[in-house]
């Protein structure tokens, strides 16, 4: 059974920094892809970031050059360095993972949620301005 457990989350001001990860467990997918996804109150899920098992990664505009998502093959684990927080990025960060990202490219799932086969619970972020 598929397992990803997501921590890291908290509260800090606007501008600061944070770290999430992800713990997978149970599955052995050659051609996976993993990514962070965020739904913040009131509005819809969203793609955040996607890395796939070659390392090659993917990012919404509206994180990239603050944002990097890496993963630690070894650990099954993946990260989420997030820097130059702004209230906007408050919402709760979901770890998902794809059996197979071949046919479309890690980053088709930064728009295309609903396509991950795998969720965590997800872990809260917090921003004040």
């Known amino acids: 059974q598929v397992q990803l457990v997501e921590s890291g989350g908290g509260s800090v001001q606007a501008g600061g920094s944070l770290r999430l990860s992800c713990a997978a467990s149970?599955?052995?997918?050659?051609?996976?892809?993993m990514g962070w996804f965020r739904q913040a109150p009131g509005k819809e899920r969203e793609g955040v970031a996607v890395?796939?098992?070659?390392?090659?990664?993917s990012y919404a505009d509206s994180v990239k050059g603050r944002f990097t998502i890496s993963q630690d093959n070894a650990k099954n684990t993946v990260y989420l360095q997030m820097n130059s927080l702004k209230p906007e990025d408050t919402a709760r960060y979901y770890c998902a993972a794809v059996r197979s990202c071949i046919t479309y490219g890690g980053s088709w799932y930064i728009s295309h949620h609903y396509a991950m086969d795998y969720w965590g619970k997800g872990t809260l972020v917090t921003v004040a301005s």
């Open positions: 890395i796939d098992r070659d390392g090659r990664t």
């Open positions: 149970g599955y052995t997918y050659r051609s996976y892809c």
